[in-house]
């Protein structure tokens, strides 16, 4: 069990163009979490799914950031146009049922827009 | 608006102090309280406590909540350079069920040789 993968781990993006982080869940782990980490500053949440749904997306911006958890393969976090301020660490969390111990962590991608 | 603050924001210590890192919460729907331990990579799980005034215990590292004042404190004895790390507070709720996290801004904590 190779845990949370995420990648790439580190992305550099020029301003305006597109981010898209990618998250391979625990195997049979169908709940995904996505947060971001600012310098300073401790995760907050942004987008919950589970299989091909959108639970929660109450912490997301309300533009150029999109998420989505298909039916087959990894979910994928898209930042359209960056800007410097989407610099961050982002981190994909994934459950089966137990809501709370059942949680693990990927290392993270660090994005910099430059 | 739910908020879970952290106390100190950062801590150099030297090998063999103890501290105690502070968390405070104000959630709606308060479901329970768990720390975590980041290092350069993924954060790890370290306790989870729901009940007030029962100790979570693992190692140097422990962990207590207080449901009427609406606090936990974690302890680290004899600290060693490897507790160099970010810890992390978050609390979850019972308010849309979802088992999000809640996070405080996290104390860096150094811990010199």
């Known amino acids: 069990n190779a845990g949370v993968m995420q990648n790439p781990r580190h992305l550099v993006r020029r301003r305006g163009q597109e981010a898209r982080l990618r998250c391979s869940p625990v195997k049979g782990h169908s709940h995904v979490y996505w947060y971001r980490q600012l310098p300073e500053e401790g995760l907050k949440f942004m987008v919950y799914?589970?299989?091909?749904?959108?639970?929660?997306e109450s912490g997301m911006p309300k533009e150029r950031f999109s998420a989505e958890f298909p039916k087959e393969g990894p979910s994928i976090l898209r930042i359209q146009q960056v800007v410097r301020g989407d610099s961050a660490a982002y981190f994909c969390?994934?459950?089966?049922?137990?809501?709370?111990?059942?949680?693990?962590f990927g290392s993270g991608t660090r994005l910099t827009v430059v | 608006e739910d908020k879970v603050v952290q106390s100190p924001l950062s801590l150099v210590v030297h090998e063999g102090d103890t501290v105690t890192l502070n968390c405070s919460y104000e959630v709606t729907n308060f479901r329970s309280l768990l720390w975590y331990k980041q290092e350069k990579k993924a954060p790890t799980f370290l306790f989870m406590l729901?009940?007030?005034?029962i100790e979570k215990k693992s190692g140097r590292l422990s962990s207590i909540l207080d449901k009427k004042e609406l606090f936990s404190i974690l302890n680290i004895t004899a600290t060693q350079t490897g507790d160099s790390a970010i810890y992390l507070c978050a609390t979850t709720t019972y308010s849309g069920n979802t088992g999000k996290l809640i996070f405080g801004q996290g104390t860096t904590l150094q811990v010199k040789p």
């Open positions: 969390a994934s459950r089966g049922l137990d809501r709370v111990y059942g949680y693990t």
């Open positions: 729901t009940s007030s005034g």
């Open positions: 799914l589970q299989k091909e749904n959108i639970i929660d």
